[in-house]
């Protein structure tokens, strides 16, 4: 018996042995696969970054992979014969981050917000283009006003927009016409829109329950922008320290927004977007409006890349209804240089590129959003294109600047805590668990006490 312990003892302890022997050979397995891929992907990461054309000066253009971009590099090649283009798509903010530390910079970059430019300026590693801009041509100075977010950072040019998109209402004219209503105009305000919207809302009755056939009008839950500004609210203070959800002006748009949906059911519920679209999927905005499920729907210009497809969508563009204020949300995005870039002389070419005339038209007429320039020659160009003779009230989308404001953010907490905050507690009020004050009071209490730690203790903005 105790033989047969000592020789169990003596297996159990061969067996720990041989899985320890087996684990260490397994670890330094571990380790020089984990070291060859990290090899591997370093050399993938200067081929790709640092790449060359025989004779050519090459830059690397991190952007999204628009289809257009293909035809903005073919345009610029053919204008610059000595400099060619690479559309690297990753042009996540961390991606970005992680190749200017690895010192594999990009030579232009998108950034697709005002916050993500200020980090990036923050940390000092975006080229000043103020003196560029003048020793280029760069013309800064005919940009809209209302797009300094994307263009500034401490009274320097760090960045430089090349197309925008002002929210508008895209509405469907076939159904206005069914409903027997004129077509609306721009200045148009939120109450007219719901007079509207309740006639163009239709349901069916299918087993006895009453089912929503069309809705009247879709704005996307995450776009609350007008509604805080409606009354004349603010999502911060000036400073950025205070979060502003819970004053009694943001309070009375977000109620009215909530009523459109759970009071007067002229906006689809997530269930009802859901039951309605198409494919039975999310029902997206462009989903929804290309299968005339919503007689209108708010968003940019982007859109109508989706609903010129769709030969038998009668539709056209009118300004976002106002309330006490008119204002609409400005979209855009900037490109910049990194300090650390390679081929700076070619990347400001490009840079200056994208603002003129030949490019802006060819983003503009693509449907992707509308030129940044204000120059005469472009707007006019813009406002009629002879392609598509049905969208004759382009002129909107200029017009619809003189409302349009970029989001707020504050430098005190990220845009993500922000937008999961606001996803969290204006699900609540969807769902009915909370009235809408009760939904801007939480948003704003949670907001706040962020900011208070950040400001504490700054480290964690880092």
């Not at 007689?295 to 010129?308: K, N």
């Not at 939904?439 to 730690?453: G, H, L, M, Q, T």
Request: aromatic share 10%; proline share 7%; charged share 25%.
């Amino acid at each position: 018996m105790v033989a047969s312990n000592l020789f169990e003892g003596r297996a159990r302890i061969d067996g720990v042995e041989d899985g320890s022997r087996a684990a260490r050979i397994f670890g330094s397995i571990g380790v020089v696969l984990v070291a060859a891929l990290v090899i591997a992907l370093g050399v993938y990461l200067v081929a790709t970054s640092n790449p060359t054309v025989k004779g050519k000066i090459v830059i690397r253009w991190c952007v999204d992979p628009n289809p257009i971009r293909k035809e903005q590099i073919k345009l610029f090649e053919r204008e610059h014969p000595g400099i060619s283009v690479i559309n690297d798509p990753g042009a996540e903010a961390q991606r970005l981050l992680t190749q200017l530390a690895g010192d594999v910079p990009p030579d232009v970059m998108a950034l697709y917000d005002p916050q993500t430019i200020r980090l990036f300026a923050k940390n000092d590693v975006l080229l000043d283009l103020t003196p560029y801009a003048r020793k280029y041509g760069i013309p800064v100075d005919k940009l809209y006003p209302g797009l300094g977010p994307y263009i500034y950072y401490d009274k320097k040019i760090v960045g430089i927009p090349e197309n925008c998109g002002p929210y508008v209402v895209f509405y469907n004219k076939k159904l206005f016409r069914e409903a027997g209503l004129p077509y609306p105009k721009p200045g148009w305000t939120w109450d007219e829109c719901l007079a509207a919207a309740q006639k163009l809302t239709r349901y069916r009755v299918e087993n006895g329950r009453r089912i929503p056939a069309q809705k009247g009008i879709f704005v996307n839950n995450g776009d609350w922008w007008f509604f805080i500004w409606m009354y004349g609210g603010h999502l911060f203070s000036p400073d950025g320290k205070l979060c502003l959800m819970d004053s009694p002006e943001v309070k009375k748009g977000i109620r009215y927004w909530a009523d459109l949906r759970l009071k007067y059911h002229v906006m689809p519920t997530t269930s009802e977007a859901q039951s309605m679209a198409p494919t039975g999927a999310w029902g997206s905005d462009a989903l929804l409006f290309r299968a005339s499920m919503v007689a209108m729907t708010v968003s940019g210009r982007w859109l109508a890349i989706q609903y010129r497809e769709q030969k038998d969508l009668d539709w056209d563009v009118v300004s976002v209804p106002h309330g006490p204020n008119r204002v609409t949300l400005l979209a855009s995005k900037a490109y910049a240089i990194p300090k650390t870039c390679r081929n700076r002389d070619a990347a400001l070419i490009f840079i200056k590129h994208l603002l003129g005339k030949d490019n802006q038209l060819l983003v503009a007429n693509y449907g992707d959003g509308m030129p940044t320039s204000t120059d005469p020659a472009i707007t006019k160009a813009f406002s009629y294109n002879p392609d598509y003779p049905n969208e004759r009230n382009n002129r909107v989308h200029l017009d619809e600047m003189k409302y349009a404001r970029v989001q707020e953010f504050s430098t005190y907490i990220n845009n993500l805590d922000v937008g999961a905050i606001m996803s969290v507690e204006l699900d609540k009020m969807w769902l009915g668990q909370q009235t809408p004050d009760q939904a801007c009071d939480e948003i704003a209490s949670r907001i706040n006490s962020i900011i208070r730690r950040n400001l504490a203790n700054p480290n964690f903005l880092d």
